[in-house]
């Protein structure tokens, strides 16, 4: 026992010192942070990637990288182009002949029309095309179509007439046949998605009853009533025109067409769940390629804020989707910066596409599911980690962290109170006023949220172009009191605020099964105690919420819930013509609110409608028909060292702006060069 | 035969014996814990269920791993020590003794705590399994990471072993076999190294076995802590978590695993040191130190109730504080230990303090000093106490 004794008794020592050197050097080695890679944490598990359902923030925005629209909200809150390089309104008026040769006369005389009136009728082509004309206006509004239409009143174009029919699902088939077959008198064909069909025809309504009946009948189907709505001499049609980007490529490398806007609608209007399509896809009745790269979306009717339908709308390849049926097992591929490039059960990895001026720096993006407190933390000494979603369990740990900075993702949804207008104890405007003032949003926040909640006023996502800086409304009960002294309310001895005939209570609805809201609602009902009313909080099943007590009005006041919509249009929730059957529950019947909002409704030009949607604005509120309490706060926790220069986007810090090179990430004020066309 | 080999070294060497104590304190455990099962036995074989047969094979057999390979270092280490620092005189070896034993009783999760605070919180390197992203690809980064995944449990494991094994060498490696045997080896013309190396050693090695399954026992309590601190799958992972969560059904999974881990791991070692450290058959049993103290005193003409009550009666006293106190000392290690991992208690605070490792690498050190402070006190006492040995 000598010699080898003593190699194992010094050498066994050392040899388990220097694996664990070796292995510790080379895991340092392996795990150097790389300057073109990104790990970023989730809040939870990794997310399907559904372009159409993202279930939260991070799922989003995570879409947002690999999926692009056709336009986008920019960092600074305005429409930035995306797939689209440019966009812009025209107007199409189509006027029928009783022959081809008419037609052409028809064209060649507004062709004939001097430059000055065509100025005046902001007419800028006139085609003929068959037995139509069509005339293209350079703006979607104003008189132009009616000098136009002056013009060539003589050549008597064919009176166009508006038909209405049902037409369930099983029968859409036969219809578009039917229009197919028909295509000499029918024009037009348009499904409003609820059962319900519209035709343009050349001909009179009963002549179409007639046609129609005759060739159900050779096909032994029962007839349809046929409804005739309108008449007219030229079809007015809202055209909007995108101008995809020449270099957008999807990531198999195929250029982005015309049809992939289609078929993407197409699926979107054929799974109405998939995501809230808004009334602008409603309205659409054609999507045409106009030239290699024009998508031209004609609509059926006047409608300025289709544009924000198409805000952040991710666009599919159409060959993926029609591969790819109804349920997708897989995300599907899109146009966006990052490529998704791995994907296993704990982790997502996504690649730059490096597309020639995507102005991408970082190659990699890797998303990791979430961690405990320890190893996130383990993760961010070790420079492993460059973000994360904190949970609100490690948030309170992690806001320690010195080298973290926190950043405010966009807003996503806000919570409100609705009044019932028409609720005996609410109707008075000064009444509602006055509970808004008795209301301490910042004690809400803090004391239910823990400060995750950003306080809002206004009927507006904060940070978009169109939302106006309100400034915050903060308690003041002595005014509250006062309000509610003014309307006839006043306190007891025992604090309740009274009129000669009842007392100050209500009913404040909430969706049951919520305890968080629940919470609110009774802190609420505590500080609206404390002037004197009296509220019952009352939980309601959520399926029953809508149907039975708020579509009725049968509520005083309810707690809601809503994610922030991209347009810019309120009529369902304050239009008069929306109480019955759509959001309008307070039951808001105000002529002037009304007119302001028609008129937003047919504002094409984006930089009015920001001042309509003030005058919307302002009156809702002035009305008194809504509390807005918060939105949500979500937090990105960025690694200070590893992006030193971020700076903070009025509309909330989005992962595609982190990812771009820091010298993009600075905003330079624009040089415009104004060019003068030659005379 | 050769001249050096005229006596068998290990032939008074004691023999490696199963710790029966320790294997009763893991037989109660696991009674205790089947117990439980039979209690309930389906909510526990649902709880087994999901824990995995086979994954808790695996879980046993990651634990056993680690436990066997951090003995084997620490054994090796130890003698290392031991061999190196025979030479200094002896009050440094005794004061090298105690801080290494203070090492041994410091609290583990401690320990641990502190070097990940280090290790990742100050310079940013770092540890495998704490790791929120996986290695990279390839063979070389993956063999890396295993590597470290492997070898870092079982150095910090190795630390207290190191230590407690230490402190036992230095106190025992300075004991010559009898002066006459040295001298008559030195006769017979063998250098001082050769006579340590082919006579004192093996001896010392035999002794070194007897106390082994012990560590192991001791190994498999502390592979609690680093298993838990450092989110390694395991046996002992299994216990650490059943605690924290503290329902009856895993719990009792979790002792029945680690039990079975920590007796197999005593049997191993015990068989191993019956392999390599056979005991000397060349001579007769002697007898015991007891019975040679009665013999004596009945010599010299005393009764055996006598010779009981004046000499051996005092000496028993003793043995029984000695573990008494060795006993409590232990027990405050076994508790710290434990309350660490609930967060209840007297390890209420080291756990607190391990909140801030990252940031503040020493504050978990500093928890740890009281608890090590109490366990090394009781532990000296028990020292003191311990009977003198009889030539």
New interface residues.
């Given amino acids: 026992?000598?010699w080898w004794?003593?190699v194992?008794?010094?050498?066994?020592?050392l040899a388990?010192?220097s694996?664990?050197s070796?292995?510790?050097w080379?895991?340092?080695s392996?795990?150097q942070p790389r300057a073109d890679e990104v790990?970023v944490?989730l809040p939870g598990a990794l997310p399907t990637l559904n372009p159409f359902r993202p279930v939260d923030e991070t799922e989003r925005q995570m879409l947002d990288l690999l999926h692009e629209p056709l336009v986008r909200l920019g960092r600074n809150g305005r429409l930035s182009p995306a797939l689209a390089e440019h966009w812009e309104w025209h107007r199409h008026v189509t006027c029928w002949f009783s022959s081809p040769d008419i037609a052409q006369q028809a064209a060649l005389r507004l062709q004939a029309l001097s430059g000055n009136q065509w100025v005046a009728s902001q007419l800028e082509a006139a085609t003929a095309e068959g037995n139509a004309v069509t005339m293209r206006f350079i703006k979607p509004d104003g008189q132009g179509p009616d000098e136009a239409m002056r013009s060539i009143a003589d050549l008597q174009p064919l009176l166009l007439t508006l038909v209405q029919l049902p037409a369930d699902a099983s029968r859409q088939a036969l219809l578009k046949t039917f229009v197919q077959e028909r295509a000499d008198l029918v024009k037009r064909l348009w499904f409003d998605g609820q059962g319900t069909c519209e035709m343009v025809a050349t001909i009179p309504g009963l002549q179409v009853q007639q046609s129609l009946t005759q060739w159900l009948q050779a096909r032994q189907q029962p007839a349809v009533p046929v409804r005739s709505v309108g008449e007219v001499t030229g079809l007015i049609e809202p055209i909007l025109d995108f101008k995809l980007r020449p270099q957008a490529r999807w990531h198999d490398g195929s250029a982005v067409a015309v049809e992939d806007v289609r078929a993407t609608v197409g699926w979107v209007n054929q799974h109405p769940g998939s995501m809230a399509a808004g009334d602008g896809f409603r309205q659409v009745q054609s999507i045409t390629a106009a030239g290699t790269n024009l998508v031209r979306i004609a609509y059926r009717s006047r409608y300025g804020p289709a544009l924000a339908d198409w805000v952040d709308f991710p666009i599919l390849p159409a060959a993926w989707l029609r591969t790819h049926g109804d349920s997708w097992a897989e995300p599907p591929p899109g146009a966006g910066e990052y490529r998704l490039s791995a994907h296993d059960a704990?982790?997502v990895t996504l690649e730059s596409t490096g597309a020639a001026g995507n102005g991408t720096a970082i190659k990699r993006v890797?998303f990791?599911v979430a961690?405990?407190n320890?190893?996130?933390?383990?993760?961010l000494?070790?420079?492993?980690?460059d973000a994360l979603w904190p949970s609100p369990l490690t948030e309170v740990?992690l806001r320690m962290d010195r080298a973290l900075d926190f950043q405010a993702t966009p807003p996503r949804n806000r919570l409100f109170v609705l009044w019932n207008l028409r609720s005996s104890v609410l109707a008075d405007p000064r009444v509602r006023e006055a509970l808004g003032l008795a209301t301490n949003r910042p004690a809400l926040v803090n004391e239910l949220l823990g400060g995750r909640g950003r306080i809002v006023d206004g009927i507006y996502p904060p940070g978009v172009w169109f939302n106006q800086q309100l400034s915050l409304r903060t308690q003041d009960l002595a005014a509250a009191e006062r309000k509610l002294a003014e309307a006839g309310w006043l306190k007891d001895v025992s604090g309740v605020a009274k009129t000669a005939q009842r007392m100050l209570d209500f009913e404040l609805l909430i969706t049951a099964g919520n305890p968080w809201r629940q919470r609110l609602a009774q802190a609420l009902a505590r500080q609206w105690a404390r002037v004197g009313a009296r509220v019952t909080v009352s939980e309601v099943d959520a399926q029953e919420l809508v149907s039975r007590r708020l579509e009725p009005g049968r509520f005083d006041a309810v707690l809601l819930g809503m994610d922030f919509e991209t347009t810019w249009d309120q009529s369902s929730f304050w239009h008069s013509s929306r109480v019955k059957g759509s959001l309008n529950f307070s039951g808001v019947a105000d002529p002037q609110l009304d007119l302001l909002l028609d008129a937003l409704a047919g504002e094409y030009d984006l930089a009015q409608v920001a001042v309509r949607a003030k005058e919307v604005e302002d009156r809702v509120l002035s009305l008194h028909a809504i509390m807005p309490l918060f939105s949500d706060l979500q937090q990105i926790a960025i690694r200070r060292d590893r992006f030193p220069d971020l700076q903070a986007r009025p509309t909330g810090l989005m992962l595609r702006d982190l990812l771009r090179p820091a010298s993009t990430r600075v905003r330079t004020p624009l040089e415009l060069k104004m060019i003068i066309p030659d005379e | 035969m050769n001249d050096e080999t005229i006596i068998d070294a290990s032939a008074n060497a004691p023999a490696a014996r199963l710790p029966w104590l320790a294997l009763g304190i893991v037989a109660i455990a696991a009674l205790a814990s089947a117990m439980v099962v039979a209690w309930d036995w389906q909510a526990w074989t649902v709880v087994w269920a999901e824990m995995g047969g086979v994954e808790n094979m695996r879980s046993m057999g990651s634990s056993l791993g680690r436990l066997m390979a951090a003995l084997v270092v620490a054994t090796a280490t130890a003698l290392a020590f031991a061999i190196s620092l025979r030479r200094l005189p002896a009050w440094l070896r005794t004061t090298l003794a105690v801080l290494a034993k203070s090492i041994a009783l410091f609290p583990v999760a401690a320990l641990t705590w502190s070097f990940i605070g280090l290790w990742v919180g100050k310079w940013g390197w770092p540890i495998e399994s704490l790791m929120p992203v996986e290695a990279g690809k390839g063979f070389l980064p993956r063999m890396a990471a295993t590597l470290w995944n492997w070898s870092l449990p079982v150095l910090l494991l190795a630390v207290p072993l190191t230590a407690d094994l230490t402190a036992w060498l230095l106190t025992t490696i300075a004991r010559a076999p009898s002066p006459g045997l040295v001298d008559a080896l030195a006769a017979k013309g063998l250098d001082g190294k050769r006579i340590f190396y082919r006579h004192h050693l093996p001896r010392i090695c035999a002794g070194l076995a007897g106390k082994l399954p012990f560590v192991t026992l001791l190994g498999a309590g502390y592979l609690i802590a680093v298993e838990d601190v450092l989110d390694l799958p395991g046996a002992a992972f299994s216990l650490a978590r059943a605690l924290r969560a503290g329902a009856a059904d895993p719990l009792a999974a979790g002792v029945v695993l680690w039990s079975m881990t920590a007796a197999l791991g005593c049997t191993i070692t015990w068989l191993l040191c019956r392999v390599f450290c056979p005991r000397g058959q060349s001579t007769a049993p002697r007898p015991s130190a007891s019975s040679r103290l009665l013999e004596s005193a009945m010599v010299i003409g005393l009764s055996r109730a006598a010779g009981w009550r004046r000499h051996l009666l005092p000496r028993q006293f003793r043995s029984a504080l000695h573990l008494l106190f060795c006993g409590a000392s232990w027990a405050v290690v076994g508790t710290i230990l434990i309350s660490t991992i609930v967060g209840w208690g007297p390890g209420v605070v080291l756990a607190e303090a391990t909140k801030s490792a990252l940031t503040d690498p020493w504050a978990s050190l500093s928890a740890g000093v009281s608890p090590a402070l109490c366990a090394l006190f009781l532990w000296l006492l028990s020292r003191i106490m311990a009977p003198r040995s009889i030539p």
């Fill in positions: 026992m000598m004794a003593r194992l008794i010094f050498g066994i020592p388990a010192l694996v664990g070796w292995a510790a080379q895991v340092r392996t795990r790990v944490m704990q982790s890797r990791v961690a405990p320890l190893k996130t933390r383990v993760g000494a070790t420079k492993s980690l740990d």
